[in-house]
């Protein structure tokens, strides 16, 4: 029956009831979604492999390196691929169409991300076609491409068009797979850059290696560095994660700031919650009053407050929840070219429990208090 | 007041005294009283005299200064906050001016409540509800929730959820201050029927000289003193 009296209560002022419950679903579903935001921003950071490094150039990003350093690299001791991509910067059609989109060595680079799977054979044909390329799922729904299809992409980088025909559609492996990028060969963009713009023929932006050992990582590393030490063209030789990491790092003020707002949106919630409860609890003083005349102790009086505190949050968190899936579903339409993956983690899932609970905790601790030590015959009224 | 029967109510030289800011309001000056098994008693004064006080006190509502009371054997001065809400439960029914229904609770479910907190099994507890709803005349509104019910049934409600636990003792505040004359002729019937006829020992408080007369023993309290004490047999008074 306590358990009765527990809704009865919680729901005895509907309207109140209702917009408290509305204020955390709205709290949850904030909550959940900036943290999807900033986990997306992460999500490079989450697909990288152990036993992968990325080499740059020392200087910077923007630099790039002779293609000759791939067979330098491949002869270091521990590295057992090589592979090297490009940053091409192409636009489709228009600006706000963005997505990226690289050169490169297609064979070698399709061994070393085998989190791409390409069926066998659009696998050849892309491999076969040196105007080919391939392209993620995500990115062929959004824009209604086949195989087959001409893409013509817009040079930013590299200015003219630069037609490619589709030649594969590629799915992610695993869940944090970005299916919204579109690969071609490095021999394409080479070739006319060799007739126009020889000064930046040869050249690649970065290099991939795969190592035998993931543990071997910092050793291998120093000793590709090691190799173009001195030389025109210095290396800085980090791990795939640390590389993605270092996006991430230019965007921490904007993260913190996310973050920040999340936990500012709990805390107003809290207070809310906290408020409605006091309200609520302060308008049946009496009543807990009777239940502790009738011998209702601290145990079920905490029990009753609490418990309305968690029926109002749980009602409010599950229906925050159950909106966060169609409202990310939205928002990745906006801004799936920028963030293609906007998934819920288990983890969010996690914390906007804890959220909830926490508020009924904090929301119920203050009414609890009062309830707890207020004399009945003071909350009782007319004794004496 | 029978020399026959058990004392069930035993109180020596209570004192009590409320603080408002540096004032000290003393409430009740060396009480002492005994109240027999069965007995139903009347607890009379103007307001302010200190009757409530008292009531809450032999209830283990609220705590004397001074003195001893003993309900059953136990002095209850000596019990912990818990054990006291443990002994309240077993031990006193209540009834107020007011009812104090649940609002949210329908009849059954007031008079289930002090049933939660025992032993019973579900369904001897509805068994229990049961019974006591039909003593009070209330099996066709069992279902019903207090604001459905007149004063006088919300009262037999509060009533049966008193006698539910099959209490040691009864207090009764006012329990006819808020009725109708004929509701509270019905009240004062049924609790007079209680003592005589269950062998409930009731102590009431009230203003109301008819409600006093139902009463086999009547005292009064002035200013905090215990002014005189009016016995007499219930026939006589009635």
């Known amino acids: ?384 | 007041m029978s020399t026959t029967r058990p004392i069930i109510v035993d109180i020596r030289n209570i004192t009590k005294s409320y603080r408002r800011g540096n004032q000290v309001i003393p409430v009740l000056e060396d009480i002492s009283l005994t109240i027999a098994a069965s007995e139903f008693l009347a607890l009379m004064g103007p307001s302010g005299s200190g009757k409530s006080t008292l009531l809450n006190l032999i209830a283990g509502l609220d705590r004397a200064d001074s003195g001893t009371i003993r309900v059953g054997g136990v002095d209850i001065a000596a019990l912990s906050e818990t054990q006291l809400a443990a002994w309240r439960a077993a031990h006193v029914g209540f009834i107020f001016q007011f009812y104090n229904l649940i609002p949210v609770l329908t009849a059954f479910e007031n008079v289930e409540l002090p049933l939660i907190l025992t032993d019973l099994s579900r369904r001897e507890r509805r068994e229990h509800v049961r019974t006591v709803l039909g003593l009070v005349n209330l099996q066709d509104r069992m279902d019903h929730y207090p604001r459905q019910l007149s004063g006088g049934q919300q009262q037999r409600v509060a009533i049966a959820r008193a006698l539910v636990t099959d209490p040691t003792i009864v207090v009764a505040d006012e329990p006819t201050g808020d009725l109708d004359r004929a509701a509270a002729e019905d009240v004062l019937v049924f609790m007079e029927r209680l003592s005589r006829e269950l062998g409930k020992t009731i102590i009431m408080v009230t203003h109301d000289p008819r409600a006093a007369r139902r009463a086999a023993t009547v005292k009064h309290l002035d200013k905090g003193v215990l002014a005189n004490a009016l016995e007499a047999a219930v026939p006589e008074r009635v």
């Open chain 1, 1 to 384: 029956m306590l358990w009765k009296l527990l809704f009865r209560n919680a729901f005895r002022h509907t309207l109140r009831a209702v917009l408290t419950v509305f204020g955390v679903a709205v709290a949850v579903l904030a909550f959940g979604m900036l943290s999807t935001l900033v986990d997306a921003w992460y999500a490079g950071v989450s697909a990288a492999a152990a036993n992968r490094l990325v080499i740059r150039h020392a200087i910077s990003l923007t630099f790039s390196l002779p293609i000759a350093y791939m067979e330098k690299i491949r002869a270091v001791d521990g590295v057992k691929a090589v592979s090297h991509m490009t940053w091409f910067g192409g636009i489709y059609i228009d600006r706000k169409n963005f997505f990226a989109n690289f050169a490169v060595d297609p064979k070698s680079f399709l061994d070393l991300y085998p989190e791409f799977v390409l069926p066998e054979d659009q696998r050849s044909a892309f491999l076969k076609d040196r105007r080919g390329c391939v392209a993620g799922r995500g990115l062929a729904e959004r824009f209604g491409w086949k195989v087959g299809d001409t893409v013509p992409l817009q040079g930013t980088i590299y200015s003219g068009d630069w037609p490619m025909v589709v030649r594969g559609i590629y799915q992610g492996r695993d869940k944090s797979t970005d299916e919204n990028q579109l690969f071609f060969h490095w021999d394409y963009l080479n070739e006319r850059l060799k007739e126009r713009y020889l000064r930046r023929a040869n050249r690649t932006g970065l290099f991939v290696i795969e190592i035998t050992h993931a543990d071997d990582a910092p050793a291998v590393a120093g000793a590709v560095d090691a190799v173009f030490k001195n030389s025109l063209a210095e290396t800085l030789t980090e791990t795939e994660r640390a590389f993605q990491l270092g996006f991430v790092t230019m965007s921490e003020a904007i993260l913190m700031a996310i973050r920040m707002v999340s936990l500012v949106i709990i805390g107003i919630i809290m207070a809310v919650v906290a408020n409605t409860m006091i309200m609520s609890v302060r308008e049946r003083m009496h009543e807990f009053a009777i239940f502790k005349t009738l011998g209702y102790r601290a145990f079920h009086l905490t029990s009753l407050i609490l418990g309305e505190s968690l029926v109002v949050c749980v009602a409010g968190g599950a229906l925050g929840i159950a909106c966060t899936f169609p409202a990310l579903k939205i928002l990745t339409g906006y801004v799936g070219n920028i963030f293609p993956i906007m998934d819920i983690s288990p983890t969010t899932l996690w914390l906007d429990v804890l959220a909830v609970v926490t508020v009924a905790l904090v929301a119920a601790a203050f009414p609890i208090q009062k309830v707890l030590t207020v004399r009945i015959v003071d909350a009782l009224g007319r004794m004496a």
